[in-house]
């Protein structure tokens, strides 16, 4: 999966956010603008190849404050369109560097 995928996605408004999105970006207290600007700057950290119904990622941003952020996309080839099924703010306690789970 590329990055530049789900970034066109976004620019191109061809996102579909999953209620489970929705409620944890609320939890988190993130915007959709936040959430999509730490994609635009961010880094694939984990792919999910056979996810289904679609290839999956983790990609891992900031925030406009520098804040990390987490978010885990599906993307489809076919249509072009992004899925966000999740976003949090990670735990320190759980990732090294934001980047690494811990074991």
């Given at each position: 999966?590329?990055?530049?995928?789900?970034?066109?996605?976004?620019?191109?408004?061809?996102?579909?956010?999953?209620?489970?999105?929705?409620?944890?970006?609320?939890?988190?207290?993130l915007?959709?603008?936040e959430?999509?600007?730490?994609?635009?700057?961010?880094?694939?950290?984990?792919d999910?190849?056979?996810?289904?119904?679609?290839?999956?990622?983790?990609?891992?941003?900031?925030?406009?404050?520098?804040?990390?952020?987490?978010?885990?996309?599906?993307?489809?080839?076919?249509n072009?369109?992004?899925?966000?099924?999740?976003?949090?703010?990670?735990?320190?306690?759980?990732?090294?560097?934001?980047?690494?789970?811990?074991?």
């Amino acid at each position: 999966m590329d990055i530049n995928d789900i970034i066109e996605a976004i620019r191109a408004n061809m996102v579909r956010i999953t209620d489970h999105a929705d409620e944890e970006a609320q939890t988190d207290k993130l915007s959709f603008d936040e959430i999509f600007y730490s994609v635009f700057q961010g880094e694939i950290i984990e792919d999910y190849p056979i996810d289904k119904p679609y290839p999956g990622c983790l990609i891992y941003g900031q925030t406009f404050r520098g804040e990390p952020v987490h978010s885990v996309w599906a993307y489809n080839e076919q249509n072009r369109w992004a899925v966000l099924i999740t976003v949090y703010r990670p735990d320190t306690a759980r990732w090294i560097n934001w980047r690494k789970r811990r074991k």
